[in-house]
């Protein structure tokens, strides 16, 4: 016999052989008892994938799509506002250079009295600077005496504004309060546009 004979007859021979070859139902092919056992193969598999946003708006530059040749102009801009200070519409007649540089003012009202364990005061310039406070004594004849005060000053700056301090004094320090109010002779703050 020679080889190619002997090759022929081996393929032959290991084709018979072959139970999955032979187009009929093998029940081993799916274990001993003939049922069928499933596997996870072609089974769906989730994967978690989010649609995440990446905000790239269109910014009027070439894209890929040009219908005209020329660039798409962009919208005017938002429009931008700042804070400014007008200048007062009245003179400050409150406010002159020679009130802080002597002792020209007149005082148009001036309270005080004065006791044992308390006292209290006001007064009032010509130029509109006011000052009032009321203190008693605490704790006396004791190791912890000492005087409580409440009280505020005021006067109206170069600029115009009122500026006025309300205070308290008493065993936890001085503890002021600011305001800045507006009056017929301060500028007025408002929106100028920029652009």
């Known amino acids: 016999m ?3 004979a ?3 007859a081996f393929c032959v021979c290991a084709a018979a052989a072959s139970p999955i070859e032979n187009g009929k139902w093998n029940p081993y092919k799916y274990g001993d008892s003939g049922k069928y056992i499933p ?10 994938n989010p649609y995440i946003h ?5 910014d009027g530059g070439y894209g890929p799509y040009t219908h005209d040749y020329e660039p798409y102009v962009e919208a005017a801009s938002q429009d931008v506002y700042k804070l400014v200070l007008k200048a007062p519409e009245e003179y400050n007649p409150f406010y002159k250079d020679g009130y802080y540089k002597n002792n ?9 009295n004065y006791d044992e364990d ?4 006001l007064f009032e310039t010509e130029n509109k600077i006011r000052a009032k406070e009321n203190a008693v004594l605490k704790n006396p004849n004791t190791v912890d005496e ?3 005060s409440k ?11 009122m500026y006025r301090v309300d205070y308290t004094a008493d065993e936890n320090g001085f503890r002021p309060k600011l305001k800045r109010l507006e009056t017929p002779y301060s500028g007025k703050w408002v929106l100028e546009k920029v652009n």
């Open 118 to 121: 308390k006292y209290d005061f």
């Open 6 to 8: 002997f090759v022929v």
């Open 146 to 148: 000492g005087i409580a």
């Open 151 to 161: 009280g505020f000053y005021e006067y109206i700056g170069p600029d115009g504004f």
């Open 39 to 48: 596997t996870d193969e072609g089974k769906y598999i989730h994967i978690p």
């Open 54 to 58: 990446l905000d790239n708006p269109y």
């Open 2 to 4: 020679n080889s190619f």
């Open 104 to 112: 020209g003012i007149k005082i148009i009202k001036q309270k005080h």
